[in-house]
């Protein structure tokens, strides 16, 4: 990112005094203007060029010929008051263009999509991917205009949330930084509280086996197909999860939308469910005969709609705790899909063949 | 996506008629032009403003001024020769800062970051996000300027890539299009390919596990530590997995890595391995004496270093059969690594339990 001087905040400009050290400088100006971290204030550069509402065309070429010392890139101009309240945008090439003597107020495009110091990271991601804008200006509390998040700091930003989400689903700590470098003894930390919670989380999975240790041991066949109806409904609330942790990062649904998606999962679910469940009667029948074709195809059903419903649901239940919906995606929902497979499937076995 | 008229690639400037329909004019311009989805070429827009390299600035701004009658946004001018070669970059800053009989060849910038028309759109995000453009040229074969990818476009693709890529990983074959409008019939045919596939793949684990019939009706109660142990290695080799298709999707990793990541992943899943054991350990000495301490916390080791080596070169492996790594990050790895974990547990278990 390039940095021009040609703003004058007070609490931005006079960091931007050595070019090479741009990007600590912009660490300083982050510390010392104490915007929160994910926010637009964080993000902002002072890389824009403003113009005063009440200059001629000709004037405001003037202007920021002045102002504009070294400028490398430029997008627009914004159209400030003399409180530095924004009220339009001018391209440079409306500039160019318009006979000298067309006042600015005249050739600047409003309203302007704008954000406050203190949205967040992903609203500015959002709204320059939606709206197309080259870049997004940062008002404050004052509506006064004190940067810009260019498209391509917020394409950053965009990459690196990602890759967090992906690594929030997997249960990995975040921030490793560069995966190349990274070095074993951090890779470790980062991963280890997660993979260790979900031994004593599986205790459940145990303890619900456990429980019907006499029916297994009276028809051990049961056991054959433990993994595959298990596995089955992690699988599919993995899927569910998935969906609703994407969607909910970019934006396409929201909590309010929770129980319409739930209705539409049941659905699915239902049909992904018969589905499998058709496709283990027959090993069912093969192996164990009449009553074990029963148990999987019914079991198989039950877990896949007990899972997906379980998946489609946790990254909302986490959301609505102010938690983390992208923890949902993955391993978390596979445990507790898991813990509840067994449950069912020996619960219906025991029925079953207990009767 | 703002469309300017004033560039007259005769494949592209014909198309752009109407600005109202400009996406579906540009879905034309990609069927016209063929080329390739997921392409450079695939994603330029005609928007781009040309000058000819033996202007003055002066004429550099009137050819500016008629060529682009209803340029919305401009980012940069672009310097070509008579064939239309990318010589360099011009702002419009430095042209009207400059004295009007100074040469555009002074005034530009070169050399200039471009890519080919065949460039995959990843690489183009990658330059864009990594060289914080504005915009990025986009060459034929002869080096010729045929359009410009803009940095809010390639955002959109980002985005779209790594939501596809979340998918994928969740096994949900991609384009499922906007969550919230996708119907009951689409999310299961979507969905519903990989969840009966991995049903089968399960089998393996099931057959494992009858294949020891013997072994756990002596001595069930190693039944109790299956799921726990199974899925720490499906945990443990999802998270590499992760890691790793993440890293190859941002580029941070690339397939020339792969032996000097497995050495470090050997280091990292010894650690996991030896920490969960003794985790583990207490509860089988608990639940079933010495010997099933012994055999859990043995297996544990081996089944979260396998696991981790599974999750870590399954997408390498993928991408090296030209198959999306990505599909590697979810329920395919866990699944895999489930099925190891079952030959090694009871493998081990009948080793220490009937010698």
Not at 91 to 101: H, K, T
Not at 118 to 125: K, R
Not at 228 to 255: F, K, P, Y
Not at 267 to 294: H, K, Q, W
Request: net charge negative.
């Amino acid at each position: 990112m390039k940095h021009l001087e040609f703003a004058h905040d007070p609490c931005i400009s006079h960091l931007y005094t050595e070019r090479a050290q741009a990007q600590a400088e912009r660490d300083d100006l982050r510390r010392v203007c104490s915007h929160a971290e994910g926010t637009a204030g964080a993000l902002m550069s002072s890389a824009y060029a403003r113009v005063a509402v009440d200059l001629t065309a000709a004037q405001a070429i003037d202007a920021l010929r002045r102002e504009a010392a070294d400028a490398q890139a430029l997008y627009q101009a914004y159209v400030l008051d003399e409180q530095r309240r924004l009220l339009g945008t001018l391209s440079l090439r409306e500039l160019i263009l318009a006979a000298p003597d067309t006042p600015v107020a005249q050739l600047m495009v409003k309203p302007v999509v704008s954000v406050t110091v203190a949205a967040s990271q992903e609203s500015v991601a959002r709204l320059i991917s939606h709206h197309d804008l080259p870049a997004l200006p940062v008002l404050d509390e004052q509506a006064r205009l004190v940067g810009i998040v260019t498209c391509d700091d917020a394409m950053d930003v965009v990459v690196e949330e990602a890759t967090e989400d992906f690594h929030k689903g997997a249960l990995i700590a975040t921030r490793i930084g560069n995966l190349k470098t990274a070095t074993t003894g951090l890779l470790y930390r980062k991963r280890v509280f997660w993979l260790v919670l979900l031994v004593f989380g599986n205790l459940f999975s145990g303890a619900g086996i456990a429980a019907f240790e006499d029916t297994i041991a009276a028809h051990i066949v049961l056991v054959f197909f433990l993994p595959l109806l298990v596995d089955s409904g992690g699988n599919a609330g993995a899927q569910s999860a998935t969906l609703m942790v994407r969607g909910l990062a970019t934006g396409e649904v929201a909590m309010r939308d929770w129980l319409s998606m739930l209705g539409r999962e049941c659905g699915v679910a239902l049909l992904l469910g018969l589905t499998m469940a058709v496709a283990v009667a027959s090993l069912g029948a093969l192996r164990g005969g009449a009553d074990v074709a029963f148990i999987v195809a019914s079991s198989m059903l039950v877990i896949v709609l007990v899972g997906s419903l379980i998946g489609m649901s946790l990254p909302f239940l986490l959301s609505r705790l102010r938690l983390d919906p992208a923890t949902a995606s993955g391993p978390l929902v596979t445990s507790i899909a898991d813990a509840a497979g067994v449950l069912v499937y020996f619960g219906i076995a025991s029925q079953v063949l207990d009767i």
